[in-house]
């Protein structure tokens, strides 16, 4: 995994992001770096993995998430939501 700057990085990580998505997203103008890495994170799992890790029925905080998601690409381990396979939400 190439190094995905985390929100403690602010300039690195809207400068890495802007690279993939440029500077219009509402979350980019607002300085929402726990989204802007959530994003960047996500592309990396989906490269790694094959999938995506949802955020619609969080149980923790985003920054809690991308910890974890970080944890998942180093350790090489897909991340388990706690769903069901199969079911439907």
């Given at each position: 995994m190439?190094?995905i700057?985390t929100?403690?990085e ?7 992001y802007?690279k993939v998505?440029?500077d ?7 300085n929402d770096?726990?989204?802007l890495?959530f ?20 149980s923790c905080s985003?920054e809690e998430?991308n910890d ?8 090489g381990?897909?991340?388990d939501d706690?769903?069901?396979?199969g079911?439907?939400?």
């Open positions: 190439k190094h700057p929100a403690k602010p300039e690195k990580l809207k400068a890495a802007c998505y440029g219009t997203d509402w979350e980019f103008q607002n770096y726990a989204s890495e994003r960047l994170l996500n592309d990396a799992y989906h490269k790694k993995f094959g999938d995506y890790v949802g955020n619609m029925c969080l985003l998430l974890k998601i970080r944890r998942c690409l180093k350790d381990v897909p991340y706690g769903v069901p396979e079911a439907l939400i």
